[in-house]
């Protein structure tokens, strides 16, 4: 076993930190306070191949190893989150269940675009009436011919305003559960696909959050993405990869305060000395520093499992509700440390606090990680 | 094709700097090591030259064998071969040492149209070696230029000197040390990365060349560190007071005190 990160990862590391250092800290704060997702920063974002970390070569991907992936989302979270958050949606619940899935002429169609970030990718799957609950999905593909034709609504959609392909979960017939229901690829220029109003929310302002509406879309069958009723089990599966990103973005989060609290708690004197020197502020420098590691040691070992072939849907549960418990309880630490100061928008502590929050939330909740992480140990899988 | 060399050399990150108190060098092991920051824009003007003119850029550096990850790095910024030139032999070399082995290294590749440094190290600041190299190979050498175009074998150029421009106009081969800020070094693309992991990097030890025995870093270089210390200017902020007249005046006593003062005596 071996803890160090290679060369290769190590290169990449610095070089998205100081690409996220140049490119996304200045614009971090604005979208966050404008609630605007940031086309020029998409424009940046193709010029490093981030929105194709991935994806094959072939495509115009970068085709790298997952925990590279873990490295590129976390620093780019620790410097912008919804920056983190658009990125890793489009690559990891977006373009991957197409290559992953996909047939020849679906990769052919989408992936040069998806690699390059010409078309930005969302997946949508909860609805008014089913978030946890999966299988309770309303929205309707009916067959039709050589077509399904697909009513509905979708809410809560990541990329919902910018994204020109569009993964949809729908049942294809009624039936109760997780049977009956396909995955299709709608793209954003068929006829009856309406996007809701961006949402205003808690964190992540910089990312788009949309509803969408279909109103008779028409499919064709060659967007159906895999076998039509494998598609919960393409969801559930995508999602497995999803929530490596997500915990890798809450590690990023984590990061960021707790870079600030070390900086901060050195520097700041009250009673004649260093916030630093008293136990009550440097125990809670320890306790960051070892929940960050522990999170980003499991958000590795995810990936590491994932690139080894090997089952991974335990751990990338675990990752996913460890670095999000983690980074929500350390952006409010980070807060406490700096006072008064750390709750003014002067400093980007609280951004980082509400930022965090969510991810416990989307690509499952905290309360399902745990259901899954049950299910496998109980299953045998100690 | 113009053979295009861009030399730079790999430095700890500022911020891990530390120094060994008994011998005064810099502590080198497990540290944070990055490309030397004013070199990224030599290689910046590298990659630039490649978008317009028909050239095989190379980076050269030499340094231990842990110095391929700054070659590794200029590769992913799209710099086509790198050649590392590294032995014991080479250890501890200063900059005379390192100039005449880089000078035997170009000797030994023969091919070369434009060399290309940046201004100094981060970790020793002389900027010497530019200058040195261009005297052992015998080849012109222009800093500071911000404009340039190659007609054949002839390179144009505008560069800085002073307050005023130079046109220059001069025969291939010849260096360029460039100066700070000259351009903005291009973001590194995970392909770039990926595809210079791939790259095989050409070795350059002692015995590929044909070094004269005075070449051995370690016993042979004339500098001498006696001592590194850390300096900290001193400074003292002080409020003067009074009218711009009597400021004026207090300020010109200081100077005096100190010994800067210029009596000046107009154009
Ligand atoms: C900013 C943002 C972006 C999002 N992006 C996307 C996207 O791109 N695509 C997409 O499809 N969805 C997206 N979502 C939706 C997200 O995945 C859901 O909100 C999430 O799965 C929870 O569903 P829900 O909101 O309906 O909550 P509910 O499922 O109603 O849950 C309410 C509470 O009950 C708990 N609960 C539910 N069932 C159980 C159970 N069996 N045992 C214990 N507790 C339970 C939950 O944990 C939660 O605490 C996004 C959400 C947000 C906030």
């Not at chain 1, 605007?36 to 991935?54: H, M, V």
């Not at chain 1, 190893?65 to 919804?82: F, G, H, L, N, P």
């Not at chain 2, 149209?113 to 020793?124: F, K």
Request: aromatic residues 10%.
């Amino acid at each position: 076993m071996n803890f160090q990160l290679t060369e290769k990862q190590k290169l990449i590391r610095r070089r998205i930190r100081t690409f996220s250092e140049d490119f996304l800290a200045p614009v971090a704060p604005i979208i966050d306070r404008e609630l605007k997702f940031s086309w020029e920063t998409a424009r940046e974002l193709k010029k490093i191949n981030a929105w194709g970390i991935q994806l094959p070569q072939k495509y115009g991907g970068a085709e790298l190893d997952s925990i590279s992936y873990a490295i590129c989302i976390e620093e780019i979270a620790r410097v912008c989150a919804s920056t983190a958050l658009n990125v890793t949606v489009h690559n990891s619940v977006g373009a991957f269940p197409i290559y992953k899935w996909g047939t020849e002429k679906q990769k052919e169609k989408y992936l040069y675009d998806l690699a390059s970030g010409n078309k930005i990718a969302a997946f949508t799957w909860t609805e008014p009436n089913a978030g946890s609950d999966a299988g309770g999905i309303e929205s309707l593909a009916i067959e039709e011919d050589d077509k399904f034709i697909l009513n509905g609504s979708k809410i809560f959609v990541t990329n919902g305003g910018v994204a020109s392909i569009i993964l949809v979960g729908a049942k294809y017939q009624k039936s109760d559960g997780n049977h009956g229901i396909g995955t299709f690829i709608v793209e954003k220029e068929m006829d009856g696909l309406e996007i809701g109003d961006t949402e205003d929310k808690l964190g992540m302002r910089g990312s788009s959050t949309t509803s969408l509406y279909f109103h008779d879309i028409e499919i064709p069958k060659t967007n159906i993405l895999g076998r039509l009723d494998d598609g919960f089990k393409i969801a559930m599966k995508t999602l497995n990869v999803g929530r490596i990103g997500i915990a890798a973005q809450a590690v990023g989060i984590a990061q960021a305060a707790y870079e600030y609290s070390v900086k901060y708690a050195k520097g700041r004197i009250q009673f004649n000395k260093p916030i630093s020197q008293f136990e009550g502020i440097s125990f809670k420098l320890a306790d960051m520093a070892t929940d960050i590691d522990a999170a980003r040691l499991l958000v590795y070992k995810a990936a590491n499992f994932k690139d080894l072939n090997r089952p991974f849907a335990k751990e990338s549960a675990m990752c996913k509700y460890y670095a999000s418990k983690i980074a929500r309880e350390i952006t409010q630490k980070a807060i406490q440390i700096h006072g008064g100061y750390g709750y003014m928008k002067d400093l980007p502590l609280e951004r980082f606090y509400r930022d965090s929050k969510v991810t416990e939330i989307y690509e499952g909740t905290s309360e399902i990680m745990k259901l899954i992480i049950a299910q496998q140990i109980l299953r045998g899988d100690l | 094709m113009l053979e295009v060399y861009v030399l730079i050399k790999q430095v700890p990150k500022s911020h891990s700097l530390r120094i060994d108190k008994s011998s005064g060098a810099l502590i080198r092991e497990n540290i944070e090591n990055i490309i030397n920051p004013d070199d990224l824009y030599a290689l910046e003007l590298a990659l630039t030259l490649k978008e317009s003119y028909d050239a095989h850029t190379v980076v050269m550096t030499m340094g231990p064998p842990q110095a391929e990850s700054a070659l590794r790095e200029a590769l992913a910024m799209g710099i086509d071969d790198a050649v590392l030139i590294s032995d014991p032999q080479f250890a501890y070399s200063d900059t005379l040492q390192t100039t005449l082995v880089i000078k035997e290294a170009f000797e030994y590749l023969k091919r070369y149209d434009l060399l290309i440094t940046g201004s100094e190290t981060s970790d020793s600041s002389t900027g010497q070696v530019p200058y040195q190299l261009s005297e052992a190979l015998d080849i012109p050498l222009i800093t500071d230029i911000f404009e340039y175009k190659i007609e054949g074998r002839n390179f144009y150029c505008q560069r800085n000197f002073g307050h005023e421009s130079q046109n220059i106009q001069v025969e291939l081969p010849i260096m360029l040390r460039v100066r700070r800020h000259f351009n903005k070094p291009r973001h590194v693309p995970l392909l770039g990365i990926k595809k210079a992991f791939e790259k095989k990097i050409k070795i350059i030890d002692f015995n590929t060349l044909n070094c004269p025995d005075y070449l051995d870093g370690c016993n042979k270089s004339p500098t001498i560190v006696v001592k590194t210390e850390k300096f900290i200017p001193k400074r003292k902020n002080q409020f003067i007071e009074g009218t711009i007249k009597e400021q004026a005046e207090f300020i010109k006593n200081v100077m005096k005190e100190n010994g800067i003062e210029r009596q000046w005596t107009g154009i």
